[in-house]
């Protein structure tokens, strides 16, 4: 019985691969039409594929194009080639605003974006698009099903431009460029207000600015100890509570020993 079933299976498979060799062949586009959809719907994304891209072009203004171009974005997606499903999903949504996948297909075009965005420490202009990719769906469709997703997907790639931005200012306070690392800190307080690298960039920024002073030439000296002490002040009344706050009362007294010993010079 068993290897009754065995031989069934494996005829059903031959049978199934000569009918999409035929049909992949084949110059009707009827065929190759019905035949994609129903491997599309048993999910064998690859071979639908194959055959839509063939008919594509066939099928253009007729009435069965929508659906076509929505099947043949969605083998993209499934496939997981997200750049080529961000493109087709939408190419689909501008082509077809009022269908009922409409919404759907800007979702998931969106989503395809969210998908290449990079790792952190790779360049990040991927993932700034996916952010606006998801805002204008969001903007587009404020009662969607799919909001919530879309939210937790913009501040995923939120937070990421947040760790990019704070390993770049922690690389260059590694690398002893102190004035750059301050500038990046400044710029990420601007620009990133409730981060969760907060408390850490009013860390790294006072390091900077603590160890830009002591070794400054001294003529500068004066300028830049007053500088990191203000930077000590906010770190101290913004965290009083901070792991870090002995690490930092330490490097203030120190500024402050050192800030005493410049006045006395001059």
């Known amino acids: 019985m068993k290897n009754t079933v065995y031989i069934l299976s494996f005829l059903l498979v031959l049978t ?13 586009t009827a065929t190759k039409f019905q035949l994609g959809t129903t491997l599309f719907e ?9 055959l839509f ?13 929508e659906k076509l171009m929505y099947m043949y974005a969605m083998t993209f997606y499934n496939m997981e080639d997200f750049y080529l499903s961000a493109y087709q999903l939408e190419r689909f949504e501008s082509s077809y605003p009022n269908s ?10 969106a989503k395809s974006a969210y998908k290449i965005s990079p790792i952190y420490s790779k360049e990040q202009k991927e ?11 969001i903007n587009r469709y404020p009662d969607s099903q799919y909001l919530s997703e879309a939210n937790n997907m913009v501040k995923e790639l939120d937070l990421k431009l947040e760790r990019k931005a704070y390993e770049i200012a922690k690389q260059y306070n590694k690398i002893t460029d102190y004035s750059a690392s301050i500038k990046s800190c400044e710029n990420f307080i601007l620009e990133f207000p409730g981060s969760v690298y907060r408390e850490d960039i009013f860390f790294v920024r006072l390091d900077s600015a603590y160890k830009f002073a002591i070794n ?15 930077y000590f002040q906010a770190f101290k009344k913004s965290y009083p509570k901070s792991g870090n706050m002995e690490l930092a009362e330490s490097m203030n007294t120190e500024l402050v020993d050192l800030q005493q010993q410049v006045n006395t010079k001059s």
């Open 100 to 109: 009922e996948k409409v919404e759907e297909a800007g979702f998931l075009a």
């Open 16 to 28: 199934s691969c000569s009918d999409f060799q035929k049909a992949l062949k084949s110059e009707d």
């Open 42 to 50: 048993e999910g064998k994304w690859n071979k639908a594929n194959r």
């Open 53 to 65: 891209a063939q008919i594509v072009p066939e099928y253009r203004g007729k009435p069965q194009a």
């Open 127 to 137: 993932t700034i698009e996916a952010i606006e990719k998801l805002q204008l769906f």
């Open 216 to 230: 400054s030439v001294e003529s500068k000296k004066q300028d830049r100890i007053k500088e990191a002490l203000t």
